[in-house]
């Protein structure tokens, strides 16, 4: 394409070292060494975590590790298995949770609502992402957990696998939501229409063709999903018991559970530094960042194996009558699987409320529906469907109204003047919020300044400079790993590398360098994609005129694409400002009832943390919780509508 | 009774504001080939798609006159869709073989139905593959993804996937115009072999393609049906000089 012109365009070039150089080459250059820091902080986090764990390596032996049955490090046992079984557990019953709702709701969203109500629905579901972690946590534990204590005939305790599942399946419902109802609705219509043209019902078109073939973006959706629950950090702590043990019997949903993620968020901040146990949690967050990579970088494939089949560059392979034989064979067991599991998750959701007798009858009365369905009319089973549909819609939606008006209504009451603009007295019991809200703008201003030109620089290259050389797959692998990567993981690699290694102690300077690693992907991207989007004419006709490449990236491409690449710095300002695990060790303390003078070296106060640390440590402390959760919750919101307008606002405004 | 299978009386079609069909009236005979014909844009495809109700999948569209089929009212409100599209199928412009097997994009629509035995699906697919004259090329791999076939042979694959519900009328909409010319010479050969059986209502750009398969052509003009006769009449002598300047080429 723009090869091509190259020749002919006037080239500006300077000699260095006895070289011709042209201008475009050296800024290629400049451009992809800033991309490449994206790789530089992944080799950084491994590097530095994984030396992190060398000592509980040589101390305790990764096999002993691994397998041990036994957390308990005031006596020297560093046994992973429990909590590496807690977070499967966690993560299993979270999408047990998200799976029916997500793609319910994805498939309503695509497939039944009415066209303008498509965008307002997308939208409740991004809602749900804005909402800081801590924010469910507090919820899952003054509203959730004494639901399920008072609901749950002879629970004993809240705090459980179910909380946190639950609570992480609601916080994997956006993800899943979004994935999947792209997947669905990139579905090409000929398939629907094929379909509805032979009297198929809009039910059995949607059930038959379009999901199945959407299946890899689905799953897909739900293994980004499953990633995100496995990384996730204080909502499960606040919310699971933290108990190191296996569930007695394995099924037992409502038994306390511990998590890799918690185990490092609790016990970072009191461990010394240099020890056995402080090594072992470095080696924890080894584990989670090899399991979660490998779960992303699966999803990843699967997105790609999409792609590649609705718009085939090769034709598909011819397999062998047997091998088809075997895979009709193997779909069939899966359905078979498929249904076994949906019983069992009824059974055993069943019997928890209501006994065993209960739990036979309800699946007694769903087998009886599946096979009733098979010789009711078609278009019964079409209304039954989109009936189910629509209710899972309505949860959906009703969950994230719950959340909010609970927040805002036992919010407001304790918002003032005196809280917005006062220091925290009593422990926190009284007072206001003052220095974690001016902690939380330092953050996040030190952050977006430091994270934003390198990651639309790194865009810009990504999409203009970078082919499909090694190198720059490289670059892309980096990024879309620091994308994936637990925020707890970013906290540890923070903690080591500036808290530590480079000596700025518990600092505003090590927070920001740490959400700033954390942030870079979101910028990195969107910058990416509003690039791509402007039209290849623009470019085209400004190199027509004699401009150089990089003329036209600064004069043309840049600002066609600005409002692109300010939602995506919008939305990383309200993950950096809502994000708790990463700034835990590395930027603030619980408690200031004073401000010295500016320095980046100090540490600050966070609204997350205070939230956290209210609902944790001062359990009376109720009014100012709502409350820090309610300016919370104000402020990421308004970050993230903000951005939402402004991209809805332009993508009407410009049509290429 | 009257010997037409299907008669369009007085149809107006809209897209929200704009109306595409305007008074269209024709009928179609049994066991023939109806061909229409005319420039892009015209409504052919949305008079086609009117008669299987698949223009019902399209928000704004409202439809006002009465076609019917054996007699009945289609347009009636009574009317049941699914059981009209299954005696009414319908071939796309582009081949849209659903992305699985050959054999499970022939069983589709039996099983749609209620078919689940599988010796007589196995028959079904033999029965239809073969009608389609597809059945040679792939008998030894019914297991193979139906995207492994060729363009020509994922078209007669959509043939024998609408064959499966044993229509009575076959409505195609620019059949070959995706194909290469032995491919769509092959779709032609199978038109003519399906009015043995069926009834067939092709949509075509293709002036020679018209004369040489149908028995009545109709010209379509900006949602106006201009003059439907018998084919050779259509060509050899129209009534109207708009279908002569378009045939001959001298339009626009
Ligand atoms: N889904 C739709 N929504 C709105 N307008 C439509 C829609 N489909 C077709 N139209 C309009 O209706 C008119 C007739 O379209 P139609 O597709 O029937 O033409 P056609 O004769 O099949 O053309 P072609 O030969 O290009 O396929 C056109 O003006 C078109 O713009
Ligand atoms: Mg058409």
Request: overall charge neutral; hydrophobic content about 50%.
């Amino acid at each position: 394409m723009v090869v091509g012109k190259q020749e002919v365009h006037r080239v500006k070039t300077r000699i260095i070292m006895g070289r011709t150089v042209h201008d475009d080459d050296l800024i290629k250059y400049g451009l992809m060494a800033v991309a490449s820091l994206a790789v530089i902080i992944v080799l950084g986090i491994i590097g530095f975590i994984a030396e992190g764990s060398m000592t509980a390596v040589r101390d305790i032996g990764l096999w002993n590790f691994l397998n041990g049955d036994v957390w308990r490090p005031n006596r020297e046992l560093y046994g992973a298995y429990p909590l590496i079984v807690g977070t499967v557990l966690v993560t299993i019953g979270a999408i047990a949770f998200a799976l029916p709702l997500g793609l319910g709701a994805a498939i309503f969203i695509s497939e039944l609502a009415p066209k303008r109500y498509r965008e307002p629905l997308k939208l409740i579901s991004e809602v749900f992402s804005g909402i800081p972690s801590v924010v469910y946590g507090f919820f899952g534990l003054v509203v959730l957990v004494p639901f399920l204590l008072n609901n749950v005939p002879g629970a004993t305790a809240g705090q459980s696998w179910l909380a946190g599942s639950i609570l992480l399946g609601i916080m994997a419902l956006p993800t899943i939501i979004s994935v999947a109802e792209d997947a669905i609705s990139s579905v090409p219509r000929s398939y629907r229409e094929a379909s509805l043209a032979m009297g198929a019902t809009r039910w059995q078109t949607t059930s038959r063709v379009v999901v199945p073939a959407a299946i890899s973006g689905i799953s897909a959706a739900t293994i980004l999903g499953i990633g995100r629950a496995m990384g996730e950090t204080m909502a499960v702590m606040m919310v699971t018991g933290n108990a190191p043990i296996f569930p007695e019997p394995l099924t037992n949903l409502m038994s306390p559970i511990r998590t890799i993620t918690a185990t490092i968020a609790m016990e970072m901040k009191e461990v010394a530094y240099g020890t056995t146990h402080f090594s072992a949690l470095f080696l924890l967050a080894l584990v989670l960042f090899v399991i979660v990579l490998l779960v992303n970088t699966t999803s990843r494939v699967i997105m790609r194996r999409m792609r590649e089949k609705f718009n085939p560059t090769k034709p598909p392979k011819i397999r062998s009558q047997r091998f088809m034989d075997a895979q009709e064979k193997a779909s069939r067991i899966f359905k078979l699987v498929r249904y076994a599991v949906i019983l069992g998750v009824i059974w055993i959701l069943v019997e928890l409320w209501f006994g065993a007798d209960a739990a036979l009858g309800s699946v007694m009365v769903v087998m009886g529906l599946m096979l009733v369905t098979r010789y009711t009319a078609a278009r019964w089973n079409q209304r039954l469907a989109h009936g189910i549909l629509s209710l899972v819609m309505l949860v959906v939606v009703g969950l994230l109204l719950v959340i909010i008006t609970d927040i805002v209504s036992n919010g407001i009451p304790a918002l003032s003047a005196e809280f917005i603009n006062e220091f925290p007295s009593q422990g926190g019991r009284a007072g206001g919020i003052y220095p974690a809200i001016l902690g939380t703008l330092k953050l996040v201003v030190g952050t977006i300044a430091i994270a934003v030109p390198i990651g639309v620089v790194s865009g810009i290259y990504l999409s203009e400079y970078a082919h499909d050389t090694r190198w720059t797959n490289f670059i892309r692998g980096g990024i879309d790993n620091l994308a994936g990567t637990p925020s707890v993981v970013f906290g540890l690699f923070g903690m080591a590398a500036f808290v530590i290694y480079l000596d700025f102690g518990v600092s505003l300077l090590a927070g920001w360098l740490t959400l700033a690693c954390l942030i870079l992907p979101v910028i990195v991207r969107t910058t990416e994609e509003a690039v791509k989007r402007v039209p290849q004419e623009l470019k085209e006709a400004s190199l027509a005129l004699g401009a150089t490449k990089w003329e036209t990236i600064t004069k043309v491409v840049l600002p066609a694409a600005f409002p692109g690449v300010i939602t995506g710095t919008i939305l990383s300002i309200g993950r950096a400002a809502g994000e708790t695990a990463p700034i835990m060790f590395t930027a603030v303390v619980a408690y200031q009832t004073r401000l010295g003078d500016f320095s980046v070296m100090d540490p600050v106060m966070a609204l997350p943390y205070h939230l956290y640390f209210l609902a944790s440590e001062v359990p009376d402390a109720y009014d100012n919780q709502y409350g820090t959760a309610l300016v919370l919750l104000i402020i990421v919101l308004s970050i993230y509508s903000a951005a939402t307008f402004l991209r809805y606002h332009y993508s009407k405004k410009i049509n290429w | 009774m009257s010997t037409n299978l299907i008669d369009i009386k007085g149809l107006n079609l809209w897209y929200g504001e704009n109306q595409a069909l305007h008074d269209v009236s024709m009928s179609v005979k049994p066991n023939s080939i109806t061909a229409l014909i005319g420039p892009s844009g015209c409504g052919k495809s949305t008079l086609l798609r009117s008669i299987n109700r698949m223009n019902d999948i399209i928000a704004g569209c409202r439809v006002e006159g009465e076609i019917t089929f054996h007699d009945k009212n289609i347009l009636a409100p009574e009317t049941d869709v699914m059981a009209l599209r299954k005696k009414i199928g319908m071939i796309f412009q582009k081949p849209n073989p659903f992305p699985m097997s050959i054999k499970d994009n022939v069983t589709y629509g039996p099983r749609l139905h209620g078919v689940t035995d599988r010796e007589s699906l196995d028959k079904l697919v033999e029965e239809c593959i073969n009608k389609s004259a597809l059945w040679s090329e792939v008998q030894d791999r019914l297991g193979a993804s139906a995207m492994s076939l060729s363009g020509g042979q994922q078209q007669r694959l959509c043939i024998a996937r609408a064959l499966s519900v044993n229509p009575e009328v076959i409505l195609m909409d620019e059949p070959t115009s995706a194909l290469d010319p032995i491919a769509t010479n092959k779709i032609e050969d199978l038109a003519q072999d399906l009015k043995k059986d069926y009834t067939v209502v092709i949509v075509t750009h293709n002036m020679q393609q018209a004369s040489r398969i149908s028995d009545y052509t109709g010209f379509m003009y900006m949602g106006k049906l201009i003059e439907f006769d018998k084919t050779e009449n259509i060509f050899e002598n129209p009534s109207e000089e708009l279908t002569e300047r378009y045939i001959t080429g001298r339009f626009g």
